[in-house]
C-alpha cells in the first residue's frame, strides 16, 4: 500500500501564482531556480545598505535584516536538503523553527553586511548544487518532519518563493 502524503500545507506554492508577490512557481522550471536565485542574492546588497534596515515595520513584523538573515539561513537549509535528498533514499529533515532561530541567533543585532556576504556565498554554493543534480535525480524523494513530501524537482521549486517573497516583503 503506497502512502500518501500530506502536502496540503504546502502545495499551493506548486500550484499557482502568490497573490502577494507575484511569483508563479508552477510556471517555473527547477533547471531555472539557479539563474533566479543568483539574481535574489544581487538584490539584497541593496536592501542590507538601508539607514533603516534594522527598523521594524511593527511590532510582528521582521526588519529587512531579519528578512535577510532568515533568507541566508533559508539558502543553507535548503542546500543541506538536497545533498540529504541525492545522498539518501527517502530522508526526513530536521524540523528548523525559524521563529525561534530568528531570536537564538539575535537576526537584529548581525552585522549587515556580514549577512550580505554570507547571503550571496549561501546562494552562490545553493545555487552550484541545484545546477550539479544529474538528469536522472530530480524525482529523488524527502520528507519533512510534518509528513510533507518533496522530490529534487519540487523541493528546488518550492524553496524559491521563499526568497522572492521576502524580497517583495521588504521592497527589495
Given amino acids: ?11 499551493w506554492v506548486l500550484e499557482r501564482e502568490c497573490p502577494e508577490c507575484g511569483f ?6 527547477a533547471q531555472e531556480v539557479p539563474a533566479l536565485l543568483r539574481a535574489n542574492a544581487a538584490a539584497w546588497p541593496a536592501v542590507l545598505g538601508r539607514d533603516d534596515v534594522a527598523v521594524r515595520p511593527d511590532d510582528t513584523t521582521w526588519s529587512a535584516l531579519e528578512y535577510a538573515a532568515h533568507v541566508r539561513d533559508v539558502f ?3 542546500r543541506v536538503r538536497l ?3 541525492l545522498e539518501n533514499d527517502g530522508p526526513e529533515f530536521a524540523n528548523w523553527d525559524q521563529d525561534a532561530t530568528a531570536v537564538e541567533e539575535r537576526y537584529n543585532e548581525q ?18 548544487a ?12 524527502g520528507f519533512r518532519s510534518d509528513g510533507s513530501y518533496f522530490t529534487v524537482d519540487t523541493l528546488v521549486r518550492y524553496f ?13
Avoid at 24 to 29: H, K, L, Q, R
Avoid at 160 to 172: A, E, K, Q, S, Y
Fill in 111 to 128: 552585522d549587515p553586511a556580514v549577512v550580505s556576504a554570507e547571503l550571496t556565498e549561501a546562494a552562490e554554493g545553493f545555487a552550484a
Fill in 24 to 29: 508563479d512557481s508552477s510556471a517555473t522550471a
Fill in 130 to 141: 541545484i545546477e550539479a543534480v544529474p538528469d536522472d535525480a530530480w524525482e529523488r524523494t
Fill in 76 to 78: 543553507r537549509i535548503f
Fill in 83 to 85: 545533498g540529504l535528498m
Fill in 1 to 11: 500500500m503506497a502512502i500518501v502524503p500530506d502536502t496540503k500545507n504546502w502545495t
Fill in 160 to 172: 524559491i518563493h521563499d526568497p522572492i517573497h521576502h524580497l517583495h516583503d521588504v521592497r527589495g
